[in-house]
């Protein structure tokens, strides 16, 4: 996919719990390598993102390789989060502004 020594965006669409216990996606966009990748190094550092944002286990995360061609613009409308930064949905195949 890309060199093994240089970090480039990921991004993890989560399942996962808020603080009143109710079931909430979250997205999360990382920085790493491909072994770091393919380590599950992503997962570590969007588990910490979320927990300092307030959500609780247990999480279930894809990563952008990973994930079904659907899921990321369906968080993305869920979340409203558009393509271009605003509040409107996203199109299947369309990436969400903090994907760019």
């Known amino acids: 996919m890309f060199a ?19 079931p909430d996606f979250a997205m999360t966009t990382v920085a790493v390598t491909e072994d770091e990748r393919e380590n599950g190094v992503q997962y570590l550092l969007a588990e910490a993102d979320l927990a300092e944002r307030g959500f609780e286990e247990p999480m279930v995360h894809f990563d952008g390789v990973e994930a ?3 899921l990321v613009p369906a968080v993305c409308n869920y979340l409203h989060i558009s393509a ?9 195949g369309d990436k969400c502004a ?3």
């Open 4 to 22: 093994s020594t240089q970090k480039r965006p990921l991004t993890i669409v989560t399942a996962c719990m808020t603080t009143d216990g109710l």
């Open 84 to 92: 271009d930064g605003a509040t409107s949905m996203v199109e299947p």
């Open 98 to 100: 903090n994907e760019r």
């Open 68 to 70: 079904p061609p659907f």
